[in-house]
Structure formats: C-alpha cells, structure tokens
C-alpha cells in the first residue's frame, strides 16, 4: 500500500485498515512458525504497511492541536 493512498483514507478507515493488517500479521506469523508461509517477503511488507498507517494517524494527531 503506498503512502498517497493512506493519506486518501480518513481516520475511522485507517483504524478498520489497521485492525485487518494487525489481524494479518498475526495470521502470517503463525503461518511461519507452523512451516506453511511460503513467501516471507510478505511479513515485511506487512508490518511496514501497519507503520504506514500508524504514522499517518500520529501525524494527524500532532495536527489537531496546532489548528
């Protein structure tokens, strides 16, 4: 997911889009403890993809005030 695309969504989507990647890694990690994952490209992508999102939401955060 790029970052242009985070920043389209609002809050209460980037919350919804946070839970289902949170829910995705935990699935993907327990998919590689248990021998099945076999593209391991896809936990990296994951978890920068939930930095995405949370970065964006910090940034609107600091915003608020400051308006």
Do not use: W, Y
């Amino acid at each position: 997911m790029k970052a242009n695309k985070v920043r389209e969504l609002n809050n209460e989507e980037l919350a919804a889009k946070l839970l289902d990647l949170k829910k995705e890694l935990f699935n993907l990690r327990l998919s590689h403890a248990t021998g099945q994952l076999t593209n391991n490209t896809a936990l990296a992508i994951c978890k920068k993809d939930i930095a995405r999102v949370k970065t964006v939401l910090r940034e609107r955060k600091n915003e608020a005030p400051a308006k």
